[in-house]
């Protein structure tokens, strides 16, 4: 198992290393890269593009979604079993959010949060202080 | 929608939709990296989110009303942010009718993006409950509604808002290259993958870093003095390290769960009872570790096996090149068959497995 470790390590190393180096390249020899591999550049950066605006979008539209419920999260999301969890700071109501499929479920997002949510400070309230 | 720009639309637009230009940095304030512009009539809440956008790191401007908002646009814009309230007033000391239907905001918002499509704006919209109340055409149906002035909901927003423009403004190399890293790590990590593929690996580099954006103990904060690709790229590296470590120590769970002492107390595991005339090609997979498969790929190419050592025992590029007498045209070009040859092992006939 050390023998296994010590590959490991070796490996991740080579491939760090690489990685790195993708990043260095010119663009002309990035591009030249990627036809090797039988990739369009423009149609596959776009592609990498949708992937990175689709877990903006889920993560976000579960904040927004609590939001509108009347839930006070921090951003404390714990990872835990492969998914991403937080709980409501007023009612104490549960919330999970799966990486890759982008589920969410939980409690939280059944029911509103109690009206006494003085984390919240409204415009009205705001204004009246 | 043009008439209803009419209040203060007077000059051509700087950028259209139709002529998109190169992407224009925003102008920093008063040496601040981050600036911000915040139209608000409220006399309590102007100066309150003034105060949660500086304490985000902006530098702010303020304006009371659509026009004054507008032409602060024009003359210092763009900003990283324009922070609109909805019901703002259109002119100065003109109240609004809180019967009618509110439209300054959102002809402000259009207003802007006609000068500038890609301006991040935030609509603040306190009097409403729910995002769905709040009326908007569907050209700005993308502009995130901000509906109470928390400090979590404020950087949610705002974090949304920086990164959703980081992507908007990468370019196809930089997203290549995001793409090639992620499926260089993915197969690096080989069985350790565990079914997960460049796309897994890229996903959870990002929802790590929303989720670093107010935590980076649970998640992974960006430096925003680092460019966003090489802050992805660095999440992709230590998320794969992770993951190679928790396969580890999966197997090692499942070794020490499958092995059971004999009545001799030698230590066996159930799967050497097993008869076979040959070695299982599972078994054999185990054996052999990744590390000899990636030296095995490059058997025939002897440029390559030395910068792999010379990576192994963890020399920098001047000293692979030194030590193996490769010039700097030699290097780069084994360094390019390396790449190619495990990014696209897999893709071309599984000669990585074999």
């Not at chain 1, 059944?110 to 919240?120: D, F, M, V």
């Not at chain 2, 043009?2 to 950028?15: E, G, V, W």
Request: proline fraction near 4%; aromatic fraction near 6%; charged fraction near 30%.
């Amino acid at each position: 198992m050390r023998n296994n470790k010590m590959s490991d390590e070796r490996v991740e190393r080579i491939l760090n290393y690489l990685a790195d180096s993708i990043l260095h390249e010119s663009d002309e020899s990035t591009f030249a890269e990627a036809k090797e591999m039988d990739a369009v550049a423009e149609t596959s950066a776009e592609y990498t593009r949708s992937k990175l605006r689709e877990a903006s979008q889920a993560l976000h539209g579960i904040n927004m979604r609590l939001a509108n419920l009347g839930h006070t999260l921090d951003s404390n999301w714990q990872y835990k079993g492969g998914e991403y969890q937080n709980t409501c700071l007023n009612c104490g109501s549960t919330v999970s959010f799966k990486r890759g499929s982008h589920q969410s479920q939980g409690d939280a997002l059944q029911a509103r949060c109690s009206p006494s949510n003085e984390y919240t400070t409204s415009r009205r309230d705001a204004s009246r202080k | 929608m043009a008439f209803l720009l009419s209040f203060i639309d007077n000059t051509p637009p700087r950028q259209t939709t139709e002529t998109a230009e190169p992407y224009l940095p925003p102008r920093a304030i008063a040496g601040s990296p981050k600036s911000a512009l915040l139209v608000e009539d409220d006399g309590v809440l102007s100066p309150f989110l003034k105060r949660r956008l500086k304490g985000e790191g902006y530098s702010v401007r303020t304006a009371s009303n659509a026009e004054e908002g507008l032409r602060l646009y024009r003359d210092i814009g763009p900003f990283n942010v324009v922070v609109i309230n909805y019901c703002v007033p259109r002119y100065k000391d003109h109240g609004i009718d809180p019967l009618a239907p509110q439209t300054n905001g959102i002809e402000l918002a259009i207003a802007i993006r006609d000068i500038d499509p890609t301006q991040s704006i935030i609509l603040a919209a306190f009097a409403f409950r729910t995002a769905a109340e709040v009326l908007r055409p569907p050209e700005v149906m993308d502009i995130p509604v901000l509906l109470d002035c928390s400090a979590f909901q404020l950087r949610s927003v705002l974090e949304k808002v920086e990164i959703d423009l980081a992507i908007k403004t990468l370019s196809t190399a930089d997203l290549t290259r995001l793409r090639n890293v992620a499926i260089l790590l993915i197969r690096g990590l080989g069985r350790a993958a565990r079914g997960r593929d460049w796309e897994d690996l890229l996903d959870e580099a990002q929802c790590r870093t929303l989720i670093g954006a107010g935590n980076s103990q649970n998640g992974r904060h960006w430096n925003r003095n680092v460019p966003f690709v090489q802050h992805l790229a660095g999440a992709m590296k230590s998320i794969a390290s992770l993951w190679r470590r928790q396969f580890r120590e999966y197997e090692a769970y499942l070794v020490s769960e499958l092995t059971v002492c004999d009545e001799e107390g030698q230590e066996r595991s159930p799967i050497d009872s097993i008869p076979s005339d040959c070695t299982p090609a599972d078994r054999r997979l185990i054996d052999k570790s990744e590390e000899e498969r990636v030296f095995a790929l490059f058997r025939d190419d002897e440029y390559a096996r030395c910068i792999l050592r010379g990576i192994v025992d963890g020399l920098q590029k001047h000293e692979i090149k030194l030590a193996y007498g490769l010039d700097e045209k030699k290097y780069a070009a084994t360094m390019r068959r390396l790449r190619v040859r495990l990014m696209g092992r897999e893709s071309k006939g599984q000669e990585y497995e074999k």
